[in-house]
C-alpha cells in the first residue's frame, strides 16, 4: 500500500501572523510565503499580484541577447528554424508560442518534440543531426535544463559566424 504524504509546515510564528494582518489574509498563507523568502508587506503583495513591471530585462538573462541576434539572422535570411521542444507542458507551451512568435515575425520555422522514452531528457546528438541533414540552420530549445553539456553539431553551428563551440560546451542546473 502507497504511504500518503503530507506536507509538514513550520507552525505560525508571530511575524506571519503580524504580515498576515497586514496583508489580510490567513496566517497560513503568510507563513507560506515567508517560508518562500517574501517577507514584506511590498513584496508579497507584488509576489500574489505580480505584474510585467516586475519582471527583469530580458537582456539580463546570459546569451540571451546573442541568441536574439542568431534568431534575428535566420529570421531575415529565411534559415529554417527548429524549435527543439520537450514533452512537458511547460515544453509543449514554449514550443508552441516561439513557433506562433517566429511565424508572425516571417520565420521559416518547425518544431521537434523528442521521444521521451527513446530519446531520454535534453537535446542529443542524433536529434541534431537528423534537423541539420533536413535543413535546420538554426535550433532553438525550448526549455530543457543544462544540467549536460549541450550537443555541439558543426553542421547547424558554423551557419552562422557569431556560433562557437564554447557555446555548446555550457552547463548549467535549472
Not at 125 to 149: C, F
Amino acid at each position: 500500500m502507497q504511504q500518503i504524504k503530507r506536507w509538514t509546515i513550520v507552525p505560525p510564528s508571530a511575524a506571519a501572523a503580524e504580515l498576515a494582518s497586514c496583508l489580510k489574509t490567513s496566517p497560513l498563507i503568510a507563513q507560506i510565503l515567508l517560508n518562500r523568502g517574501v517577507a514584506t508587506p511590498a513584496d508579497c503583495s507584488a509576489f500574489l499580484a505580480p505584474s510585467l513591471h516586475h519582471l527583469h530585462q530580458p537582456s539580463l538573462l546570459p546569451g540571451v541577447v546573442r541568441a536574439a541576434e542568431r534568431i534575428n539572422h535566420a529570421i531575415a535570411n529565411k534559415e529554417k528554424i527548429v524549435i527543439y521542444g520537450d514533452y512537458d507542458v511547460d515544453g509543449i507551451t514554449a514550443t508552441a508560442i516561439l513557433w506562433h512568435a517566429i511565424t508572425l515575425l516571417g520565420g521559416q520555422v518547425d518544431y521537434y518534440i523528442p521521444k521521451r522514452l527513446e530519446e531520454g531528457y535534453g537535446l542529443n546528438s542524433e536529434a541534431l543531426k537528423q534537423l541539420a541533414d533536413q535543413g535546420a540552420k538554426a535550433v532553438i530549445p525550448s526549455t530543457m535544463s543544462r544540467r549536460r553539456p549541450i550537443p555541439y553539431n558543426k553542421a547547424i553551428c558554423t551557419t552562422w559566424k557569431g556560433c562557437s563551440t564554447k557555446a555548446s560546451a555550457a552547463t548549467t542546473s535549472r
